[in-house]
């Protein structure tokens, strides 16, 4: 996957809107709502794009209503929440972006740019609507989306005031801190799998991603089907709801300040004490994990458990990363599975069997 970190220019066209990355473009239609990868030389046939601004990743389209308008969720800002222990960035998003896919909208993005000559306001969206070609267009298109909902204009406008609220609530969810995301790393799994010998460090993200935590996947379908192997893997980014911290710590002996760290002359056995019980914390912790819902043997787990504390204290044990002899980072990851969702459960973790 394709480094996000500095953005993908986002277009507008009459019949598209197109991302455009370093390897391919994506392409959302709309007229139907797919995603289709295209290789960069085409982006040259694109009808009178016109830049909207900087995005960092496609989460992917939803539909609120069964028969509603097609939306692109962008992320539109992100906050750096420090690097893996492979030393990428990990982000929090911010604030997602949704466009619909109606060619006469014109609705304000709010997007970073990347130059401000290319800045589009809401006046020049609108000016692009009255062009001669664009209007021909749009007026055959809505006439085809006319025949295709027929509804008594009542009843239309009480749907359009569920969607306009279904919307609100799908956006505010994306501003409560709890959406994560790492272009060129793996945060489904945890270190102790990453390690194992069974998984493919070649194989794009996407498809070593686990799967219960991959929580947009619903919304990249188009992409996950696609036949164009070469180029999707640079738009599947997935998304994981929960939470990432990383903490700088430090470990003391009986006599020091809390949070600074060991004087070289300290005791030794304290210091040895201090990071044997960290490691056995954090082994305890992996082995737990690695046996929860696996197939290997409590056999197996006890003899890894003896080998490991015949090795002694870790410099590195499961997701902390020691700096020197008193001080480490503490990698805090939490996800929640995809097939955990709605509002009754969000915050337990629960679903229909407990």
């Not at 505010?172 to 390690?195: A, H, I």
């Not at 599947?236 to 911290?245: A, L, S």
């Not at 430090?250 to 949070?259: E, Q, Y």
Request: a neutral charge; glycine letters at 6%.
């Amino acid at each position: 996957m394709a480094d996000s970190s500095s953005g993908f220019e986002l277009y507008e066209t009459v019949d598209a809107f197109i991302l455009k990355g370093r390897q391919s473009c994506l392409w959302c239609n709309r007229l139907d709502g797919r995603l289709i990868v295209r290789s960069l030389s085409e982006f040259k046939n694109a009808w009178e794009p016109v830049s909207l601004g900087i995005v960092y990743g496609c989460i992917g389209k939803i539909r609120l209503i069964s028969d509603g308008e097609w939306r692109l969720l962008l992320i539109g800002h992100r906050t750096s929440v420090g690097k893996t222990i492979s030393g990428h960035d990990m982000f929090r998003i911010d604030k997602a972006v949704s466009i619909s896919m109606a060619p006469d909208d014109a609705s304000e993005l709010e997007l970073e740019v990347s130059d401000p000559i290319q800045t589009v306001n809401q006046k020049s969206r609108l000016k692009r609507l009255n062009n001669p070609r664009q209007k021909a267009f749009l007026q055959t298109l809505s006439t085809y989306r006319a025949s295709q909902t027929l509804k008594p204009k009542k009843e239309q406008k009480e749907v359009e005031k569920l969607e306009k609220r279904l919307l609100e609530e799908l956006l505010k969810m994306f501003s409560s801190d709890s959406f994560f995301f790492c272009p060129c790393d793996d945060l489904g799994n945890t270190v102790q799998r990453m390690g194992d010998s069974s998984y493919n460090a070649d194989l794009p993200i996407w498809k070593r991603f686990d799967d219960r935590f991959f929580w947009n996947k619903h919304m990249l379908s188009d992409l996950l089907k696609s036949d164009n192997a070469d180029g999707q893997d640079e738009w599947i980014m997935p998304i994981i709801q929960g939470h990432v911290e990383v903490h700088q710590c430090s470990i003391t002996d009986g006599d020091g300040v809390l949070g600074t760290p060991l004087a070289p002359e300290a005791n030794n056995s304290a210091r040895q004490n201090a990071m044997s019980t960290l490691s056995r914390f954090a082994r305890r912790n992996m082995f737990r994990e690695q046996s929860h819902g696996d197939s290997t043997s409590s056999q197996h787990t006890d003899d890894q458990q003896r080998n490991h504390a015949a090795a002694g204290p870790c410099l590195k044990v499961g997701n902390v990363e020691e700096l020197d002899d008193s001080s480490f980072k503490l990698y805090v990851i939490s996800r929640r599975s995809r097939h955990r969702a709605g509002t009754r459960f969000l915050r337990r973790g629960a679903d229909e069997t407990g």
